[in-house]
T-cell receptor
Framework: GAVVSQHPSWVICKSGTSVKIECRSL??????MFWYRQFPKQSLMLMAT?????????EQGVEKDKFLINHASLTLSTLTVTSAHPEDSSFYIC???????????????FGAGSRLTVL | GNSVTQMEGPVTLSEEAFLTINCTYT??????LFWYVQYPGEGLQLLLK?????DKGSNKGFEATYRKETTSFHLEKGSVQVSDSAVYFC?????????????FGGGTRLMVKP
């Protein structure tokens, strides 16, 4: 249980286009979702925290207008990289936190990540 | 603010060798501590955790003890296998204005040779 699906796993786009990455909790309701960015050979950097139905809280230095986060339902959050440029190329990872229906345990589960390559 | 420091890799070991990956942290409160593992091409998976001082987390032969006096959470395994080759991340959990958040260390790549 407690599976998080992230889609697409890899996307290549031209500079200037916008790319949307989806993060879905498949068998639990995610009250909170986190978006991370991972640079090559570096750790995960928290970009933003989003609670269902409210605006995302962005970490310092992360451009809100550049990285649009929507958490419209308890099972889906999206990250849109607007007007992507080569420097936005990175590995983006989401995680979701919520209680499982069966055990009621509070879980934190990561998606497999989405690799963005901007040409 | 919170921070996590772990030893730089890569760490290269022979099969059945003893593994230690050091992790120290700074935090304002009383965080929970975690080790995550990232196998090639996969997402992060929780390996083990400890929620209070002197707790020992263990899983798949890995162990780590929450040492408040030394602010450390070193990962150990007595006999590594080739299948343990992965990147290991130490992390702490604390609360920000929006709820819980994880702070990660830089990751340590482990390569186990047969």
């Amino acid at each position: 249980g407690a599976v998080v699906s992230q889609h697409p796993s890899w996307v290549i786009c031209k500079s200037g286009t916008s790319v949307k990455i989806e993060c879905r909790s498949l068998d639990f309701q995610a009250t909170t979702m986190f978006w991370y960015r991972q640079f090559p050979k570096q750790s995960l950097m928290l970009m933003a925290t989003s609670n269902e139905g409210s605006k995302a809280t962005y970490e310092q230095g992360v451009e809100k207008d550049k990285f649009l986060i929507n958490h419209a339902s308890l099972t889906l959050s999206t990250l849109t990289v607007t007007s992507a440029h080569p420097e936005d190329s990175s590995f983006y990872i989401c995680s979701a936190m919520g209680r499982t229906a069966i055990s009621g345990a509070n879980v934190l589960t990561f998606g497999a990540g989405s690799r963005l390559t901007v040409l | 603010g919170n921070s996590v420091t772990q030893m730089e890799g890569p760490v290269t070991l022979s099969e059945e060798a003893f593994l230690t990956i050091n992790c120290t942290y700074t935090a304002t409160g009383y965080p929970s501590l975690f080790w995550y593992v990232q196998y090639p091409g996969e997402g992060l998976q929780l390996l083990l955790k400890a929620t209070k001082a002197d707790d020992k987390g263990s899983n798949k032969g890995f162990e780590a003890t929450y040492r408040k006096e030394t602010t450390s959470f070193h990962l150990e395994k007595g006999s590594v296998q080739v299948s343990d080759s992965a990147v290991y991340f130490c992390a702490l959990s604390d609360r920000n204005n929006a709820g819980n958040m994880l702070t990660f260390g830089g990751g340590t790549r482990l390569m186990v040779k047969p």
